[in-house]
């Protein structure tokens, strides 16, 4: 079965230097989600998008942006780099339907130095 | 506000044994969803159960077992005969039906039980 996809999956960049990262959700899902997993701690909820509209927004830096595109896959901007940037950033995709279950890409791993 | 706790933050086994992964959630809604992922030493995240709040049915799958009690607000996991391969950091996520309208189901984690299992 189609997984997500995320594009690339590592990534190194320099500090103030932007980065973006590409999820494809799975063939037929709506709805896409960002988490921040830095090292050692839980996935943080960063945004996520419905429809292609932005549905939820978590604690994400106002150097973040994000969007959906009319073929549902999502990219996610970051812009000027901060060492505390560097994470695990996975895209989970589901269905709109009620709560639906949110599978997980195989994640970014940006690195800042 | 939602709330997941993991007491455990890490649990050490020998293969065979059956080991519980303990899940507490506070929540204000009354529909509420909770899930298992697994997070091996490869970093991907697997989706292993989702539950609702209507259904308080434990759940079977192979080694693997369930036991979501509404009255203390826990969703246990249970390995049964342990092996090698299940070593990994198990999140239990919670997803409230807050905000009307869109998919607003976002995951709230608990802070991951990292389980190693020991030939």
């Known amino acids: 079965a189609a997984g997500v996809i995320q594009s690339p999956r590592h990534l190194i960049k320099e500090k103030r230097e932007t980065a973006t990262l590409k999820c494809y959700p799975i063939?037929?899902?709506?709805?896409v989600y960002w988490y921040q997993q830095g090292p050692g701690q839980d996935p943080q909820f960063l945004i996520s998008?419905?429809?292609?509209?932005?549905?939820d927004k978590g604690s994400i830096p106002d150097r973040f942006s994000a969007q959906q595109f009319s073929d549902y896959h999502s990219e996610l901007n970051m812009s000027s780099l901060e060492l505390g940037d560097s994470a695990l950033y996975f895209c989970a995709s589901s269905t709109g339907l009620f709560a639906d279950t949110q599978y997980f890409g195989p994640g970014t791993r940006l690195t800042v130095l | 506000a939602q709330k997941v706790t993991q007491a455990q933050t890490e649990i050490s086994v020998v293969e065979k044994e059956d080991v519980t992964l303990d899940c507490v959630y506070e929540?204000?809604?009354?529909?509420?969803?909770l899930f298992w992922y697994k997070q091996p030493p490869s970093g991907e995240l697997v989706f292993l159960i989702r539950r609702n709040s209507f259904d308080e049915q434990n759940e079977i799958s192979g080694r693997y077992s369930w036991n979501f009690q509404k009255s203390t607000s826990s969703f246990n996991f249970t390995i049964t005969a342990s092996q090698v391969v299940d070593s990994a950091v198990y999140f239990c996520a919670l997803s409230e039906a807050e905000n009307s309208g869109g998919s607003n189901y976002k995951l709230t984690f608990g802070k991951g039980t990292l389980l190693t299992v020991n030939p």
């Open positions: 063939p037929r899902h709506d709805t």
């Open positions: 998008f419905y429809e292609k509209m932005q549905s």
């Open positions: 929540t204000r809604d009354t529909t509420y969803y």
